[in-house]
């Protein structure tokens, strides 16, 4: 669906985006994820046509962006991080006024505004002047001109920022749904937006892609070590160490009180390849305690992207 080769853009001799290699394929819904200023927006503004790239290519099906931009542009909806809305009109005139641009009338325009208006959740606002509405509506409304002429790809920057809890969650429905029929790229620096909603992410930092897999991959191919904690009854935290400590492929051990009476709680790291989750069992086996718990924890995308981002 889309092919990114090469792309670059510098202002002036600042380089922004540095020769950036991209396949996204139909159906995908992709996280571009990045710090403030990796160069996410910018990326976007190249793929949606806004931004020309100082070297590389764009295709987009069979349409290069250097020889083809407006069919380019006919393909895809953006929505930016402040949606350019008129705040003086009222939702249905607004929305009205961008169908006939995309030059839409008659039955075809009123049965777009009545689906983008049950997709986006905008039946009970669209009497209202747009300036009257939260950030979360406008997000909705600017959503709704952006699926206006029912794009195939459809890119959005940043479109859950400064928005509350309850209206984070709507948009991720949203897009969710959309996702089903649409190519989706949505930038973020909020992690948990990735997870809850993108099949694959996409790292950027400093104008190059460090990462790109679907998030389960991504996390699984940089484990370095197995953390396993286990929640123990009846030991005591010396006898503990001195139990855990004698099997092969341990490398660290924190044992600690923790917060029930007569538990003791213990974090066991050994290296990525050993699973030692049958030995500790054993080795609890053969006293007299009782393990409570115990449970892998998977290195987050949290740990992953500031380890992938750091200055150095």
């Given at each position: 669906?889309?092919?990114?080769?090469?792309?670059?853009?510098?202002?002036?001799?600042?380089?922004?985006?540095?020769?950036?290699?991209?396949?996204i394929?139909?159906?995908?819904?992709?996280?571009?994820?990045?710090?403030?200023?990796?160069?996410?927006?910018?990326?976007?503004?190249?793929?949606t046509?806004?931004?020309?790239?100082?070297?590389?290519?764009?295709?987009?099906?069979?349409?290069?962006?250097?020889?083809?931009?407006?069919?380019?542009?006919?393909?895809?909806?953006?929505?930016?991080?402040?949606?350019?809305?008129?705040?003086?009109?009222?939702?249905?005139?607004?929305?009205?006024?961008?169908?006939r641009?995309?030059?839409?009338?008659?039955?075809?325009?009123?049965?777009?505004?009545?689906?983008?208006?049950?997709?986006?959740?905008?039946?009970?606002?669209?009497?209202?002047?747009?300036?009257?509405?939260?950030?979360?509506?406008?997000?909705?409304?600017?959503?709704?001109?952006?699926?206006?002429?029912?794009?195939?790809?459809?890119?959005?920057?940043?479109?859950?920022?400064g928005?509350?809890?309850?209206?984070?969650?709507?948009?991720?429905?949203?897009?969710?749904?959309?996702?089903?029929?649409?190519?989706?790229?949505?930038?973020?620096?909020?992690?948990?937006?990735?997870?809850?909603?993108?099949?694959?992410?996409?790292?950027?930092?400093?104008?190059?892609?460090?990462?790109?897999?679907d998030?389960?991959?991504?996390?699984?191919?940089?484990?370095?070590?197995?953390?396993?904690?286990?929640?123990?009854?009846?030991?005591?935290?010396?006898?503990?160490?001195?139990?855990?400590?004698?099997?092969?492929?341990?490398?660290?051990i924190q044992?600690?009180?923790?917060?029930?009476?007569?538990?003791?709680?213990?974090?066991?790291?050994?290296?990525?390849?050993?699973?030692?989750?049958?030995a500790?069992?054993?080795?609890?086996?053969?006293?007299?305690?009782?393990?409570?718990?115990?449970?892998?924890?998977?290195?987050?995308?949290?740990?992953?992207?500031?380890?992938?981002?750091?200055?150095?």
């Amino acid at each position: 669906m889309i092919h990114v080769e090469g792309i670059t853009k510098y202002y002036g001799n600042f380089c922004a985006v540095d020769h950036i290699n991209l396949d996204i394929q139909a159906g995908e819904i992709v996280g571009l994820l990045g710090p403030n200023g990796a160069g996410k927006t910018t990326t976007l503004r190249m793929l949606t046509g806004f931004f020309p790239p100082s070297a590389g290519n764009i295709q987009v099906k069979n349409y290069s962006i250097q020889q083809d931009p407006l069919a380019i542009k006919q393909l895809i909806g953006y929505l930016p991080e402040s949606a350019p809305l008129y705040k003086s009109m009222i939702v249905y005139e607004y929305l009205d006024y961008v169908a006939r641009i995309r030059g839409l009338s008659g039955e075809a325009k009123t049965g777009r505004l009545n689906a983008l208006a049950d997709m986006c959740g905008l039946r009970d606002i669209m009497h209202k002047t747009i300036d009257t509405l939260s950030k979360g509506l406008k997000q909705r409304v600017g959503l709704a001109h952006a699926m206006m002429s029912d794009p195939e790809i459809l890119i959005l920057d940043e479109p859950t920022s400064g928005l509350d809890p309850n209206q984070i969650v709507e948009i991720r429905e949203i897009i969710r749904k959309i996702g089903e029929q649409k190519t989706v790229i949505l930038s973020t620096h909020i992690l948990r937006e990735v997870e809850a909603t993108c099949g694959r992410v996409v790292i950027i930092n400093k104008g190059k892609i460090v990462a790109d897999s679907d998030t389960h991959t991504l996390t699984a191919g940089h484990n370095r070590e197995r953390r396993i904690q286990i929640d123990v009854l009846g030991a005591d935290v010396q006898s503990l160490r001195e139990q855990l400590e004698s099997l092969s492929g341990v490398k660290a051990i924190q044992v600690a009180a923790a917060e029930e009476p007569h538990v003791i709680r213990a974090c066991i790291v050994s290296g990525a390849e050993a699973d030692i989750r049958p030995a500790v069992y054993a080795a609890v086996k053969q006293t007299n305690w009782i393990l409570l718990e115990m449970r892998q924890e998977a290195e987050t995308l949290e740990a992953i992207f500031r380890e992938l981002t750091k200055e150095n």
